[in-house]
Structures are given as C-alpha cells and as structure tokens.
C-alpha cells in the first residue's frame, strides 16, 4: 500500500493544485504503519497486495500482559486506566518511519474511558491534573509477563488482532507545518479549495495508526497537546505554533465496532511524543488527546 497510497496523494495533488504548490505540498508527506483487524477479510485483501509480511503485530482490547512489577496504571484519585491496545514493536516495519520507534519490546496504551464514574472525569491536555488519565507503558523485550485480570469495575474490551502495512499520510490543511511551507496563506489558497479539501476527505483512511501526521476529528491535535503543555495561554500566542512542531504522533485509535470501542461520537484516542523522548525512551513524557465529530 506504500506505493499506492503515495501515487494516489500525488495524483490528487497534480489534479487539484497549481504545480508548484502541488510539489511542495507532496514534500509535507510522512510514512505512517495503518493498523487494521487481521482477520476482517477486506484489510487482507488490500494487504495482501503489500510488499512484507502480514503477520499479527499487535491488538486492540484483551488483557495486557504486564511485567510482575509493574502496576496497573491508577489515576490517582479516579482509579485504574483502561487497556486499549499494543503493539509488538519488533513487528512493525519502523524501519519505514521516519520517527525513532524501538526495535523491540511492546507498547501498550492505557486511557481512562470513564467505566467508572459515567463519564464525568475528562482527560485533556488542558488540564495537567488530568495527564494521568492516560499512560502508554514501554515493555522491554524478554522481560516476563504476565496477563493481567481487569481491575474491578472495569470491563476489558473486545481482542482484536492487528495487522500493519505502511501508508503514506497528509498533514491538516491547518497544521502548523502547512503554514510553516506556505506562509502567508490567504483565503483562497490552494489547500483550502473546497474541490481539494473534499477529495482530500475522500482519500481512504484507517481507524488506527502508528506514526505518520494524525487524521484528527477536529483540529490539529498537535496545536492542543502544544497549548496544554505551555500552560494554556491565549490561543493566538505565537509560542503555540512553534510548540505544536515539537511533537509527532506516536499512535491513535479510532472508535472500533469490533473491539466495542466509542470514543465520543466516534472519536479517536491520540498519543504523541517528542522526538528526543521518543528516542530516549521517555514513554513516561508521551501526551495525550482526543477528539470526536
């Protein structure tokens, strides 16, 4: 699907923008690892047509498994997080990213999704009590493991199989490294045509991903990670822009029928990084967001 996905981005942009803009738009581009269900019959069929293997690389749902010392996250005060997903890093074809990922070990994600009080408590980069409401846990390789039953009250969703191939992924039209390209951008830019933005919106997309620019629900994701993390000043402060540049999408996953997954109004669950902490490791710095329509 690499070689897919690219030509059909740089068809549209040849199709939709004046030449140069097109070029320098295509340059935007980043390599993302779609996720999708191993066994849906329509993901193989478009894998199969793939260069690499289709191996299971991960999950949605189940139970983790979890060093023995290491806990269950915990919100504190709220209480434990619910496990969304893994990924089995010497799986992944991160050689074709273009951020840092581990070579092995296991990533899992942790979100508290309001089983347990309906709802009422709000993860939100905006608010920085709220940053424990959202964990994802580095799992070295060879480490022991154990599966982990649930914490009470909290009811584990579906076990999903997850296959990966790469896809080739568009920023925003807004993202901060749009106008970082374009500067200035009037209202009638090329990007913000309506017959680009509605082909754009009818280029195939997937519900999860690993790396890549995010697809949000809403807006950039990486303008509200940037304004929670610099304290929430006003929104026209230039300090936000430069900050959303700071940060890459380490993972999100969309509302999933399958896993009895709703984010919202079928919403997606965002987690992004720093490159530098990405590199180190620092999993513990990752920030959380998510959006819905």
């Known amino acids: 699907m690499t070689q897919d996905t690219t030509d059909a981005l740089h068809t549209l942009a040849h199709e939709h923008l004046p030449a140069g803009i097109a070029a320098r738009w295509i340059s935007l581009l980043r390599p993302g690892l779609a996720l999708a ?34 806990e269950w996250p915990v919100w504190e005060g709220h209480g434990p997080l619910s496990f969304i997903a893994s990924v089995d890093c010497a799986l992944l074809p991160s050689d074709s990213l273009d951020i840092a990922l581990p070579a092995d070990g296991t990533l899992a994600f942790f979100y508290f999704d309001g089983q347990l009080d309906d709802g009422r408590a709000m993860v939100h980069p905006r608010d920085p009590d709220s940053w424990a409401g959202a964990r994802v846990l580095y799992v070295p390789a060879g480490a022991p493991v154990t599966e982990r039953t649930a914490p009470e009250g909290l009811r584990p969703y579906r076990h999903v199989p997850l296959t990966t191939w790469v896809e080739t992924t568009a920023p925003y039209p807004w993202h901060p490294v749009v106008y970082g390209e374009f500067e200035p951008m009037p209202d009638d830019h090329p990007l913000w045509d309506e017959d680009f933005r509605e082909a754009m919106e009818d280029h195939p997309g997937y519900l999860h991903r690993i790396g890549g620019h995010a697809s949000p629900d809403q807006d950039e994701v990486e303008t509200e990670v940037a304004h929670g993390v610099l304290g929430g000043p006003p929104w026209n402060d230039p300090r936000i822009p430069e900050e959303a540049l700071r940060w890459v999408l380490l993972a999100q996953f969309g509302s999933d029928d399958d896993a009895g997954m709703m984010w919202g109004d079928l919403g997606s669950l965002y987690w992004l990084i720093r490159p530098q902490d990405l590199a180190e490791r620092r999993f513990d710095r990752a920030m959380f967001t998510w959006q819905c329509g």
Not at 37 to 52: C, K, L, W, Y
């Open 37 to 70: 269900n191993a066994t849906d019959m329509e993901a193989a069929t478009e894998a199969d047509a793939q260069p690499g293997p289709r191996s299971v690389v991960g999950r949605l749902g189940g139970l983790p498994e979890l060093p023995e010392d290491e």
